[in-house]
């Protein structure tokens, strides 16, 4: 069966046509993104404006007509926080649903994370065993945590890296006193969650999911010998701290040329550079390691369970 998956994120509307069998994991054939980056269309009341709409239902109709093309069997269509907290939500949901011609699944920040958890529980396997997932997206960070597949805590905070560059970084370059800024309040939002987090056992694996962390672990990083010769990227915090001033002084036309930065991320790359440190910082978390599943292939995995193939 071929499977398509319309990620409806703060950032990006993004499709994945992947073919799953039972017994096997689903192999990816086809990845569509078109970047809106839905947080610039926010109007003072938190409404996403006639414009942002727009834009929004030419994304979502074009990743439709990709996934006629690939002639996809079932389509799940998903949104994530910038729709979610949008006042003017319902109205926004509506649209999109016409144009899609059929119902959309609005996620909620844990519902987010739990589906993450999966996606990586289900890459790393059981021998992985205790693992912490951090997921920065463009409106909210998500923690989970636990040794299952669903995981024993799952936080969604405000904290996403487009929404921390238009509250805290809105100058380019930002400098060094807005991260100061950005840095305080990322502090302060993760206190609780440091104490509910702190209080689990010792993660074994300690995951990054989302395009931000991997671009940043392309930056900072070093490669392991992974699976099936790949590269397992790893992303220490020391290194990432080192990188957070030159990145706040670099303008983001400039950021692009540095490895693993690309155009859709220039912009917003040190809100989630410091967010990730922060986060970092706050579960005493020396490194992470990437993971190449997330969101996507969660609701994928779900699914494909729901079908009675898990």
């Known amino acids: 069966m071929r499977l398509g998956v319309l990620d409806i994120g703060s950032n990006t509307v993004h499709l994945l046509v992947a073919d799953a069998h039972p017994g096997g994991r689903p192999l990816a054939s086809t990845s569509h993104r078109s970047v809106l980056r839905l947080m610039t269309y926010l109007t003072p009341e938190g409404a996403i404006s006639e414009e942002g709409i727009a834009a929004l239902v030419n994304a979502v109709t ?12 079932e389509f799940l269509a998903t949104a994530t926080s910038a729709v979610r907290e949008a006042t003017n939500g319902p109205d926004v949901i509506s649209r999109i649903e016409a144009a899609l011609g059929q119902q959309l699944q609005v996620l909620g920040g844990v519902s987010e994370a739990r589906f993450t ?19 920065i997206g463009g409106g909210s960070l998500e923690i989970a945590a636990g040794a299952d597949e669903l995981p024993d ?3 969604s905070v405000p904290l996403g890296a487009g929404r921390m560059t238009l509250a805290y970084l809105p100058e380019d370059p930002p400098g060094e006193e807005a991260v100061d800024r950005l840095r305080a309040h990322a502090r302060q939002t993760l206190k609780p969650l440091a104490k ?27 490669p392991l010998a992974g699976w099936s010769g790949s590269e397992r990227m790893m992303l220490p915090r020391a290194s990432l701290a080192s990188w957070i001033p030159r990145l706040a002084r670099i303008p983001a036309s400039a950021r692009q ?5 690309t155009a859709d991320r220039t912009f917003q790359i040190v809100a989630g550079a410091v967010v990730l440190h922060e986060a970092m910082r706050a579960l005493d978390v020396d490194e992470l390691e990437v993971s190449p599943w997330a969101l996507r292939e969660g609701v994928l995995l779900r699914y494909i369970e729901s079908m009675g193939w898990g």
């Open 117 to 135: 958890f999966l996606a990586v529980r289900r890459w790393f396997g059981w021998s992985a065993g205790q693992i912490l997932l951090f997921d």
């Open 257 to 261: 040329e540095l490895p693993g930065i």
């Open 153 to 155: 805590e799952a936080a």
């Open 62 to 73: 074009e990743a439709r007509t990709v996934a006629e093309r690939e002639n996809v069997d």
């Open 196 to 222: 509910s987090f702190g209080a689990l056992p010792r993660p074994d694996h300690t995951v990054g999911s989302s395009k931000a962390i991997r671009s940043l672990a392309r930056l900072v990083g070093y």
